[in-house]
């Protein structure tokens, strides 16, 4: 789970238009509007609100599970115990 932030919104809005006019050979520095080029497609709801949506349907499909869940204590903050103090110990590769 994560929560999807208004800059990272943008990022998959820029990388979506660019896929886009990628797709439809459209210069870059060609002035098109984004608009334009979504209503051309017939593209109605937007990359970022996809993701949106997924994120928000797999919450309530882990929140749906049942009590004793891994998944859903996780999702949920609920995991007990405490975790030793101090740097974490080097690894020997």
């Known amino acids: 789970m994560w929560t999807l932030r208004e800059s990272e919104k943008m ?3 820029v990388l979506e238009m660019c896929c886009w006019r990628r797709i ?3 210069h870059w520095n060609a002035f098109r509007t ?3 080029i979504l209503e051309e497609l017939g593209i109605t709801q937007r990359l970022s609100s996809i993701v949106q949506t997924r994120i928000l349907t797999f919450f ?3 929140s749906r599970r049942d ?3 891994i998944e859903r204590l996780v999702v949920q903050g609920r995991i007990e115990g405490t975790r030793s ?3 974490s110990p ?3 590769d």
């Open 67 to 69: 009590n004793d869940s």
């Open 34 to 36: 984004n608009k334009s």
């Open 85 to 87: 103090r101090g740097r």
């Open 11 to 13: 990022k998959i809005n």
């Open 90 to 92: 080097m690894r020997a």
């Open 60 to 62: 309530g499909h882990v």
């Open 24 to 26: 439809l050979r459209i």
